[in-house]
Structure formats: structure tokens, C-alpha cells
């Protein structure tokens, strides 16, 4: 059995420049170190017509149930740009009790993490009762489709059991220990175009200026009050996020106008209530100023909530016993792998402190890094205990 160190596996998962939806090698590499530690390991490679094909790896140590699954992705966001970093975003490297590079908090370390902690655990008991798995995916940050989703599609073909996951996202804003999140908002994104009739702006009659329409409607919209919250979610909200009016001529009345906006929701709506409601709205104004619309819209998730149940908390409290603090239970932020595991298994997230992500020099604590190991270590001995 290998001695696996987290932040030496962190250093090497963070030298592979797997910027979505490029894996590098990043995939190949975690699977060779997952064999060396006995497990089952499956590259499923997956693509459509408009992507490049990514990688993803399903890694399954034991037959038995109950099975405990670690969910995370080995890509990143583009670096932007270098000269603003004090080191190569791909050569990590250690400064002040913090570990540097692209990566080092969304999500590569939380993965060497959560590795070490397998290993550790290994040792300790080289027999226990039920599986440990990973659902690694290449595709997060980027499109998003070829990865988890299908994965979980794969998974379910093959009647492939998960008992529980941990996705192990950044979750917690300020320090180790605050926040263990059980559910996402949906999101759904709105394009909507008005078409007027253009003219002169010295005759309005003879012209329709869409750019009315779409200022009244895009007031009435933001009037809706859509809830106030729930005991588990925050109230959810709409942003508008593009006004377009395509038009070269001071002198001229557009032909046509459009905006952007998008809903982040919770469990009170789903995406097709929201568009039945937008498009009573769309339909009575437009028709009212004798303009035509069209409307695209695009769901990247629904919102989702997992009742929390006794692995929840027993989560909960490990994490407590480390930390000293101890966690919430939240709903909040963007969305998530775990729009798609749930589907699967009863899931939550937690892993680092995600204050750093996505930022110029990414950066992660080495004390975290230890802490959040044991976290997984006495997770996983109290899960198979
Ligand atoms: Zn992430």
C-alpha cells in the first residue's frame, strides 16, 4: 500500500493544465494513483456534436453496500491572465503555510484530500464492510454536459448503487467548518427579443419601437415578487444582465430590441412554472403594443433540496468535532454537480474554503488541507463503523 500525501497529490493534480474543457492527463494520472490503492477504475469518455470529447472516471473499491462515493471534477477555470500571478498558476507552490496554483481550492486539493483520507483509512482497515467510490468528471466548469450528467445516466444504466455522496465543491466562505451544503437554487436564463417596425424617428406612425415594449416589460418583470424565502432557501431573484438595441442611426426607430436575464429559484418554482409566468407577461404587453416576440430560455438546473438523514449529520457532527465549529446546513450560491448526483443518491457538498476560487493566485491553507483529510478520514470510519 502507497503512502499518499495530500498536499504532495495536490501539487501533482495542479500541474496538469486541465483548463476546461482540456484534461491534460489529469484523469489518466488519478486513475493510475486510485489502482495503486486497489480500486476498479473506468475512464468513460464522452462527447456530442459540438464538444470535444472529455474524460471522466468511475473508481470502485468493494463489491458490497453500502457504497460511499466522493464526488469532485479535475478541470479548472482559465488562469486569465498570468502576469497577475506571483507564481505560474501551473507550478504550485508553497508560500506562507498556503498552497498556490489554479486549482488549489476548486477542487484539485479537495480530491488529494479525500484520497489520503481513503488511503489513510486503508491502512487502518484493510477489510471493511461495503464500497468506498469516486465520480471524478473533466467537464464542470465549462458546459457542463459531458460529464457528471452523463456519468449518472452511465450509472443508472448499469444499476450501480450509491448509498451517499459528498461532491467535494468549496463550501465553506470564511473558515473550515462553516458551511455543508444540501441543495442548489435552480437557474434558469431568459433571452428575449421584441420586433417592432423600423422608421423615421420623425414618424412615429409609421414605425413600432420595440425598445418601449421591451422597457415595460422588463419593469413589470422585475415588480414580480417571486417569494420571500423558505426555511431552507433564501427568496429567490431575478437579474437582468443584457439590454441590446442593435442600432447605428441617432435618427432611426430599431427594428427590433432584446434583453437577457436570469432567475436564480428555489424549490417554490420550477422552471416551467417561471416560463408559464414570463410568458403571460411577454404575450399581454407585446400584444398590447402591437409587437411580435420571441423567447429562448435555458434551465442549467432546477432547484433541489436533500432532506438531510442520518449520514447528513453524522457529517455534520465529524466535521464539528475537527473544526469546532459547527456547520450550516445551506442551500445557497451557484449550482453544482449535485444537481445531477441527486438524482442518484442523497447527497452534500462540502470541502474547502472557497474564498480564493476562480481569483488570481488560487490559494489553499496547508492546515486546512490536514484538517479537511481527517474530516474524511473520520467520515469514513464512521460511515463503516
Ligand atoms: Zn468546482
Known amino acids: 500500500m502507497p503512502n499518499i500525501n495530500e498536499l504532495k497529490l495536490a501539487k501533482d493534480l495542479i500541474k496538469f493544465p486541465s483548463i476546461t474543457p482540456k484534461d491534460a492527463g489529469a484523469i489518466n494520472f488519478l486513475s493510475k494513483q486510485l489502482r495503486l490503492l486497489g480500486f476498479n477504475c473506468k475512464i468513460l469518455e464522452f462527447k456530442d456534436k459540438k464538444s470535444k470529447p472529455i474524460k471522466n472516471l468511475y473508481a470502485r473499491l468493494g463489491k458490497k453496500a453500502p457504497n460511499i462515493c466522493y464526488a469532485g471534477h479535475t478541470d479548472v477555470v482559465p488562469p486569465g491572465n498570468i502576469k497577475d500571478w506571483t507564481i505560474d498558476p501551473f507550478k504550485p507552490s508553497v508560500r506562507k503555510n498556503y498552497l498556490i496554483g489554479r486549482g488549489a481550492n476548486d477542487m484539485k486539493s479537495s480530491i488529494a484530500c479525500f484520497i489520503s483520507a481513503v488511503n489513510k483509512f486503508l491502512q487502518k482497515k484493510s477489510k471493511f464492510h461495503g464500497s468506498i467510490s469516486f465520480l471524478i468528471t473533466g467537464d464542470e466548469e465549462g458546459l457542463a454536459i459531458n460529464g457528471t450528467k452523463k ?10 448503487k450509491i448509498d451517499f455522496c459528498i461532491v467535494g465543491e468549496p463550501t465553506n466562505p470564511n473558515k ?3 458551511m455543508i451544503k444540501i441543495g442548489r437554487r435552480g437557474s434558469i436564463t431568459s433571452r428575449l427579443t421584441i420586433i417592432g417596425t423600423q422608421g423615421h424617428v420623425a414618424y412615429p406612425d409609421r414605425a413600432k419601437n420595440p425598445s418601449d415594449t421591451i422597457v415595460k416589460i422588463l419593469k413589470k418583470i422585475k415588480e414580480i415578487k417571486l417569494d420571500s424565502g423558505t426555511k431552507d432557501f433564501q427568496a429567490s431573484n431575478l437579474e437582468i444582465t443584457k439590454i441590446n438595441i442593435n442600432n447605428h442611426a441617432d435618427n432611426v426607430i430599431p427594428g427590433s430590441a432584446n434583453a437577457v436575464f436570469n432567475i436564480r429559484f428555489n424549490n417554490k418554482h420550477s422552471s416551467n412554472s417561471l416560463k408559464r409566468k414570463l410568458n403571460i407577461i411577454f404575450k399581454s404587453i407585446a400584444k398590447k403594443d402591437k409587437c411580435k416576440f420571441n423567447v429562448s430560455y435555458q434551465v442549467s438546473g432546477e432547484s433541489f433540496l436533500t432532506k438531510p438523514n442520518k449520514t447528513t449529520y453524522m457529517i455534520q457532527n465529524t466535521i464539528k468535532k475537527i473544526t469546532k465549529i459547527k456547520p450550516k446546513l445551506s442551500t445557497t450560491g451557484g449550482t453544482s454537480d449535485a444537481r445531477f448526483i441527486r438524482k442518484i443518491a442523497p447527497c452534500l457538498e462540502f470541502g474547502l474554503v472557497g ?12 492546515t486546512d488541507l490536514k484538517k479537511l483529510t481527517k474530516i474524511y478520514f473520520n467520515i469514513l470510519e464512521s460511515y463503516f463503523e
Open 176 to 178: 473550515l467548518g462553516e
Open 355 to 366: 474564498k480564493t476560487m476562480h481569483k488570481v493566485d488560487e490559494s489553499v491553507s496547508l
Open 151 to 160: 456519468v449518472v445516466d452511465y450509472l443508472k444504466r448499469k444499476k450501480e
